[in-house]
């Protein structure tokens, strides 16, 4: 009865692409259920604030991930922990046993693909994909918040995108940074190498998925980043990467 008006309350009575969702995890996970319930309001304003399908799949994605931390019960969720005066800050923070928080800032990737003659399935360009991953890493850094410890999780429509070198993707980032490229620096608003390295250095992994819970392929995929400041503890990376 909890979960139908809490479900009630945020799709206002009718159908929603959430729904079918939202439905099945706050009634296998209690924990969620009591999440989305205390966060009610701010969950209703950002469904009412998206204008697209696709904006929607960007808050599931977001939703998803907290169901996800929170089948762990050695971690504790909080929703936007800083609020709107620090700029674009992380969506999540996560306490791992009451005593150890990092940040979580997740993104969506949408498959990029070109459709071959009509009838036969998409083509997968792992060169392509990896540029789009890299951008988006590039995109993060600057929410990634100083003396702390910050995962990005990115949350893939199609399990293929699981199939790409991370490693390879972010070395190449590196490179681009190293080499002083112009359109790295100008896209995403670093003045110079050292400005690129001291936001990189403030990501301590990437976390990437597919879409819905059963992961197939090699989803999930954890890449530690070797030059972070603040490394996730050996504890928590061998939870993500179950």
């Not at 490179?175 to 620096?185: G, I, P, Y």
Request: charge should be positive; include cysteine; hydrophobic fraction near 40%.
């Amino acid at each position: 009865m909890v979960i139908q008006e809490t479900l009630n309350y945020l799709f206002d009575h009718k159908p929603h692409l959430l729904a079918p969702h939202l439905t099945p995890w706050m009634s296998e996970l209690p924990r969620f259920a009591d999440f989305v319930a205390a966060h009610r309001d701010k969950i209703r304003k950002k469904i009412r604030g998206s204008r697209s399908a696709d904006g929607l799949q960007d808050l599931r994605a977001e939703l998803e991930t907290a169901y996800l931390f929170l089948r762990e019960k050695r971690f504790t969720l909080a929703y936007e922990p800083y609020g709107k005066g620090t700029g674009r800050g992380p969506d999540f923070a996560v306490t791992f046993r009451t005593r150890l928080t990092f940040n979580v800032e997740v993104t969506r990737m949408r498959l990029s693909i070109r459709e071959q003659d009509a009838g036969e399935p998409p083509l997968f360009d792992p060169q392509a994909e990896g540029r789009r991953l890299a951008e988006i890493v590039g995109s993060k850094l600057s929410q990634m918040l100083p003396g702390m410890m910050n995962l990005l999780v990115i949350v893939a429509d199609q399990p293929a995108l699981c199939e790409l070198e991370v490693g390879q993707v972010m070395n190449q980032l590196k490179e681009r940074a190293e080499q002083k490229e112009a359109r790295l620096f100008q896209r995403h608003s670093f003045r110079h190498t050292a400005d690129f390295f001291k936001y990189y250095q403030r990501l301590s992994g990437v976390w990437l998925r597919s879409t819905g819970q059963h992961e197939t392929g090699k989803c999930p995929v954890l890449w530690l980043n070797n030059q972070t400041k603040h490394p996730l503890p050996a504890p928590v990376c061998t939870i993500l990467q179950r």
